[in-house]
């Protein structure tokens, strides 16, 4: 007899997992996370190169409902953020429904049974009630665009695929990019490379980062008084809060933040024309904030040089810039990010009447709450279309999804219903969110990842992780299309495979 999942949890990173905790929490067991790697952790599994580290405090940088009070430090690392999350497997007891090597090539819905099946690469397909699309906005990754790169004869390494057998060690290095992953590599290479020359595109505004020990007491506190690490989670939150006010909106505070960016950087960099270089000429927050005290120290090491030239292209023996100098290296890191899908799926999704998601979104992905898209029914996203935080953790974010989507779902699958958000709410919805986000800094005029090449924002939230939160605190029924699911032979659905 074919297996029927209640739910299928697309990835197994903090989302997957927080998911399956949360679903088990309500009762519902017959649950399988698909997860193509041979272990659970998402972006902190893949992301280990030297420095990784989180710039949100690991207080928020967790889930309210599994604390963890062996934070060693104020911010973590990749490997200590990688072990919370494998704590969270063996306390919730969720290996068993961890299935490894499952690679998700496509997933479809069966409208004569009520059911998604999920097509697994060289296995069985999955059939499953509702779905969970956990696979995240930051998991595929691939070589920038730029002329040649597959030309150079050197060791090409991204920052997310880290090669740690390469030995750096007496190497001429470049760096490509200089956003969150970049600025925290250069000052680690700069430890063993022979020479490393940094390629800037456009600098961004830099705030210091002071990590303190936590000290053996305060672990010893938060496990024996497990409330004091609420509270000191809360008050982190709102102190991120409040920097909404400077970065989300183009406000009096957000001079505030550049002022503060810019005595950070006099403070380190005394060289004045190294610090015009590094010094933005668009607003804060306009691109992501990048939270470090190491970089601009690293740039001012003897064996570290600025470059600020454009790229022409990469050639067999390095990178050569728009003015004619060919710099020549061993190897070439690039830190240039992820494949975000701001105008698709990074798997394709049929939905109701053969409706393809990645054709609906190719001008610019859109959601109901960033949970839901209408004409794809009992799916429910995880940091979904506008669900990015631009000042705060995007756990907090996450959490509230999934508290969410365990409701829709658990009413579904109690009720035997499918839900299928309505298209006027969606639309209702987005029209609303679009014209917000023409006032905020994202929407100012720079470019960045957050937004589509024609400027379309389908990444962040316009507001405070307060107001998120709160719209997402209940599932509105009237909001969706509610039909009872239908009870078709399964056989009707197995034999379209």
């Not at 905790?21 to 017959?30: A, F, N, S, T, V």
Request: hydrophobic share 40%.
């Amino acid at each position: 007899m074919t297996e029927i999942l209640s739910t299928a949890i697309i990835g197994g990173g903090f989302a997957g997992i927080g998911a399956a905790i949360r679903l088990q929490q309500r009762g519902i067991r017959d649950i399988a996370v698909l997860e193509r790697g041979t272990r659970a952790g998402g972006t902190w599994r893949d992301n280990t190169y030297p420095g990784a580290a989180c710039d949100i405090p690991s207080c928020l940088y967790s889930y309210s409902f599994a604390p963890n009070p062996d934070w060693s430090h104020t911010y973590s690392g990749s490997a200590e953020i990688l072990g919370y999350i494998d704590s969270m497997v063996e306390k919730f007891e969720l290996s068993r429904y961890l299935r490894f090597g499952h690679t998700v090539v496509d997933v479809t819905w069966h409208e004569s049974r009520s059911l998604w099946e999920i097509s697994v690469q060289d296995r069985e397909p999955v059939l499953a009630r509702t779905v969970v699309m956990a696979s995240g906005p930051l998991a595929n990754v691939s070589l920038p665009k730029i002329r040649g790169v597959e030309t150079f004869a050197g060791a090409k390494i991204h920052s997310a695929r880290w090669d740690h057998d390469y030995d750096f060690a007496g190497k001429k290095v470049a760096v490509v990019g200089t956003g969150a992953s970049g600025v925290q590599i250069v000052p680690e290479l700069v430890k063993v490379a022979e020479s490393v020359k940094v390629f800037q595109r456009t600098p961004g505004w830099v705030l210091p980062r002071t990590n303190f020990r936590t000290r053996g007491l305060t672990r010893e506190i938060y496990r024996r008084v497990p409330f004091s690490q609420s509270v000191a989670r809360k008050a982190w939150f709102w102190g991120h809060e409040s920097v909404a006010l400077g970065v989300v909106w183009n406000s009096p505070l957000t001079r505030v933040v550049e002022g503060v960016s810019k005595l950070h950087l006099r403070r380190q960099v005394p060289d004045p024309w190294l610090r015009r270089q590094l010094t933005p000429e668009f607003r804060a927050g306009c691109k992501r904030l990048l939270m470090t005290s190491k970089y601009y120290p690293a740039l001012q090491k003897d064996n570290c040089t600025l470059v600020t030239w454009p790229i022409a292209k990469i050639s067999e023996k390095g990178i050569r810039t728009v003015e004619g100098v060919e710099h020549q290296f061993d190897a070439i890191v690039f830190a240039t990010g992820f494949d975000v899908s701001k105008t698709g799926s990074p798997i394709p999704i049929t939905g109701r009447d053969g409706r393809v998601l990645a054709d609906e979104w190719s001008r610019g992905a859109h959601a109901y709450k960033s949970i839901a898209v209408s004409g794809y029914p009992n799916m429910y996203f995880t940091f979904g279309p506008n669900s990015g935080p631009g000042h705060s953790s995007a756990l907090v974010y996450m959490e509230a999804q999934i508290d969410y989507l365990v409701d829709a779902i658990a009413t579904a699958v109690n009720q035997n219903f499918v839900l299928d958000v309505r298209a006027s709410v969606q639309a209702e919805y987005n029209a609303d969110l679009q014209q917000r986000l023409t006032k905020t800094t994202w929407n100012s005029g720079c470019s960045s990842w957050y937004l589509t090449e024609d400027g379309f924002n389908a990444t962040m939230f316009p507001g405070f992780a307060t107001q998120y939160v709160k719209q997402l605190e209940t599932v509105l029924l009237p909001d969706y299309s509610v039909t009872a699911a239908s009870t078709a032979p399964v056989d009707e659905v197995v034999a379209v495979v």
